[in-house]
Every structure is written in structure tokens, then in C-alpha cells.
């Protein structure tokens, strides 16, 4: 009884979601300029893009993001369609091998600036060529605003232990059949930005064989030192 309950403790803690991989876009070393970042993720590997089009800086970062004081980054895309044209066509890309893991989430920190679209679509591909709309989110918090977003794909089981797996996030119209800037008294401008900052893809690593075998050895052995 005392290592059955041993085991499926351990068997718990590793049901715990972990990340998969991590944006910050902070330098990598730390430069003390936060004009300055980096598409490599900080944990884990994937590649972050933008869209055709897009053009890309980077600023000051979202103050949730703490692992790097003074360097602080996020990364912002702008040049994004001319009104009425290219719904979907604009935007970021994030690929992440979700090779060992399931339940997959992406959580993710997204500033809209004052004349930038407040429309913003996710898709998902499982071949990383063809994308799913999956949701779309209306940014109703104003002009120069941060809006955390988690996407859970736990329904797709598609997104579980992918190699191919990734998310798309574009600027779309809205019910009119246009763009909408994020400030309710600022016009929709290509030159408006959208941040992005701790792009986080979430998931739960599937134990193989062989670690759930150890892990009723550790409980079997832990019972026996403890007699
Ligand atoms: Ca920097
Ligand atoms: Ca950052």
C-alpha cells in the first residue's frame, strides 16, 4: 500500500505541466539595451517569424518578464497590411517540436499600440505548412496595452507529441470587413505595432517506459529506507 502510494506520487509530480519552450527576447548575454533582443528562445528550441511583410524591432519588454533587470525586451512587428486588404495575411509565426509532451497550451503577453489592429487570430498547424484557425481574440483594452492570451490545445490531439507542430497569430478584420485600431480614437495605421513578450508553449511530459519503471523503483526503494 505504502508503495503503490509512493509510486503514484511520483507518477504525479511528472503530470505537472512543463515548459516546452520559452520567448523572453532579451539579449543573450545581457547588453543593457533593451533596442536589442534575440528570436532565440531563452528555454527549450523553436523559431519565431514574422509573416511576409512584416517588419520587426525590438523595445522595452512586459514587466512580468523578470529574468533579465535593465534588458528587458519585447518583440515588435509591425508594417502590417493597408486597410481592407490581407485579413490573415500578417503576423508571427512560433514553431515548437512538441515531440514528448501533451496537453500543449501557449501563453503569451501581446501589446497592441494605439493604431495598430485590436484583431488578432490563432491558428494552429500540425504539418507546419497548412494552419488551422483555432480562435481569435478582439484586444478591448485600449491603445499601448498588454493582454496576456493562453490558448489551450488540449483538444487537438494532433498538437500532442509533434514535431511540426506551431501557431500562427495574424491580423485580421473585424465584423465591419476592416481593421480597427486598438485606440478608440486612433485610426488603423500599417505602421502600428504589435509586442510580443514570455511566448511560453506549454505541455505535459508523456513518462516512457523506462522512467515510470524507475520511478516505481525509487518508491520501492524510498519504502525500504524508510522501514
Ligand atoms: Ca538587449
Ligand atoms: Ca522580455
Redesign the pocket.
Known amino acids: 500500500m505504502k508503495i503503490a502510494m509512493l509510486a503514484l506520487a511520483g507518477l504525479a509530480a511528472v503530470a505537472n505541466a512543463d515548459v516546452i519552450t520559452q520567448w523572453?527576447?532579451?539579449s543573450n548575454p545581457a547588453d543593457a539595451n533593451t533596442a536589442t533582443?534575440t528570436l532565440t528562445p531563452a528555454t527549450g528550441s523553436g523559431t519565431a517569424a514574422t509573416l511576409a511583410g512584416n517588419t520587426q524591432v525590438f523595445n522595452s519588454?512586459?514587466t512580468n518578464?523578470t529574468?533579465?533587470p535593465g534588458d528587458?525586451?519585447?518583440w515588435s512587428v509591425t508594417t502590417f497590411a493597408a486597410q481592407g486588404t490581407g485579413s490573415g495575411a500578417r503576423g508571427v509565426t512560433y514553431n515548437v517540436s512538441t515531440a514528448g509532451y501533451t496537453g500543449i497550451s501557449v501563453n503569451y503577453w501581446h501589446r497592441f499600440s494605439n493604431t495598430s489592429n485590436r484583431f488578432s487570430q490563432v491558428e494552429y498547424t500540425l504539418d507546419g505548412s497548412t494552419y488551422a484557425v483555432f480562435t481569435s481574440f478582439e484586444n478591448t483594452s485600449g491603445g499601448d496595452a498588454w493582454n496576456n492570451y493562453n490558448v489551450d490545445f488540449s483538444s487537438v490531439a494532433g498538437a500532442n507529441n509533434n514535431a511540426s507542430f506551431g501557431v500562427r497569430i495574424t491580423s485580421i478584420f473585424g465584423g465591419a470587413g476592416s481593421y480597427v485600431a486598438s485606440n478608440s480614437t486612433s485610426n488603423y495605421a500599417t505602421t502600428g505595432t504589435w509586442g510580443f513578450?514570455?511566448v511560453t508553449f506549454n505541455g505535459t511530459l508523456v513518462p516512457t517506459p523506462g522512467s515510470v519503471a524507475l520511478m516505481g523503483l525509487g518508491g520501492l526503494l524510498a519504502a525500504r529506507r524508510r522501514r
Open positions: 523572453t527576447f532579451n533582443g519588454g512586459n518578464d529574468s533579465s528587458n525586451s519585447r513578450d514570455l
